[in-house]
């Protein structure tokens, strides 16, 4: 799970975050576990979001031909034509 960090490493960490927040720690720890939950939430937000915009299709057109009855009608754009060689 970490790599290359060891257990020397890890005890020195431990040791140093001691000294530096003593009694407060668990209260740092609290707000680390806050933020690093905010953060993972936002980038699934982020990600679900652009998934949406994968899956986007344009919406129908509808034209009413009376109150009673909608018509849904194809969105038309032009045809996209190859231009002819004038040379041939």
């Not at 040791?15 to 407060?24: H, N, Q, R, T």
Request: hydrophobic share 40%; aromatic share 10%.
């Amino acid at each position: 799970m970490f790599g290359g960090i060891g257990t020397t490493e890890m005890l020195a960490f431990g040791v140093l975050a001691l000294m530096l927040f003593g009694s407060k720690l668990p209260e740092v720890a609290r707000n680390l576990g806050g933020t690093y939950r905010h953060l993972k939430r936002n980038v699934d937000e982020f990600k679900r979001e652009f998934q949406a915009v994968d899956t986007y299709e344009p919406p129908k057109f509808i034209a009413k031909s009376s109150p009673d009855e909608p018509q849904i009608v194809e969105s038309s754009a032009p045809k996209f034509e190859i231009p002819k060689d004038d040379d041939a």
